[in-house]
């Protein structure tokens, strides 16, 4: 009689052993698929920091080339001639030129205030409300400025209510007893002008409670909150 190696026979799988072979292969599957994922994210953040590495060394080149660039109108600007300092004097780039020519750098955001007063003072309150809406900083000064500038405009326009709107904004931005004492006064007097004579009133309560230090605040904040108050 022959004798048959029972290890040669093929043995039928039974269910569980087939479905741990089949979790298994999920699980190996769901590992590679991850790894593939992580491979995939940290290819693109180191493409993403390259480039924005790129990016800013490149804003800054163009930044140091604004800069230069905006001297001469800056100082025409400074001067008060600011025909010369919007369209430049023919040897010079005026500030309209050097915005347009590097849009989007740090320089160009501080010309777009520069420029915005400039049109106010020739009058072109539209334009000047364009790029004066286009300047957007974080310090303590330069933000609160450009909308006082904004408040200066509407005010100018003859639209006191939005005057006064800005000049809130102003002196409420990173308060302090420098400045915000005199955007108070400046939102005051809008407010008076078309007769919110309660809002005018807070206006100058504010600066005799907050900023007594001030340069309005024992003398001008005092009697035209007394003045007020007889109003109300």
């Not at 390259?50 to 800054?60: I, K």
């Not at 931005?173 to 809002?199: H, M, R, W």
């Amino acid at each position: 009689m022959k004798i048959i190696d029972i290890n040669s026979i093929p043995r039928k799988q039974n269910t569980t052993q087939k479905i741990a072979h089949s979790e298994r292969e999920k699980i190996a599957f769901s590992i590679k698929r991850r790894k593939r994922r992580i491979y995939i994210i940290s290819l693109l953040v180191i493409v993403l920091s390259s480039s924005l590495s790129g990016w800013h060394f490149y804003q800054e080149k163009k930044d140091i080339k604004a800069q230069n660039d905006s001297f001469q109108a800056v100082y025409y600007f400074e001067a008060e001639d600011f025909n010369k300092a919007l369209e430049g004097d023919g040897m010079h780039k005026g500030l309209l030129e050097v915005v347009k020519s590097y849009p989007y750098t740090k320089t160009a955001n501080l010309l777009n205030l520069y420029i915005g007063v400039a049109y106010m003072h020739q009058k072109a309150y539209d334009k000047a409300l364009q790029f004066l809406n286009r300047s957007h900083f974080k310090d303590l000064i330069l933000q609160a400025r450009a909308w006082c500038v904004m408040g200066d405009v509407y005010s100018e326009q003859g639209n006191h209510k939005q005057a006064a709107t800005y000049y809130m904004k102003a002196a409420h931005y990173k308060t302090n007893s420098v400045y915000s004492p005199g955007y108070l006064v400046k939102a005051a007097i809008a407010f008076e002008s078309v007769n919110q004579y309660k809002d005018a009133y807070h206006c100058y309560q504010e600066i005799v409670e907050k900023f007594p230090e001030s340069h309005y605040g024992n003398d001008i904040a005092l009697k035209e909150a007394s003045r007020l108050s007889a109003l109300l």
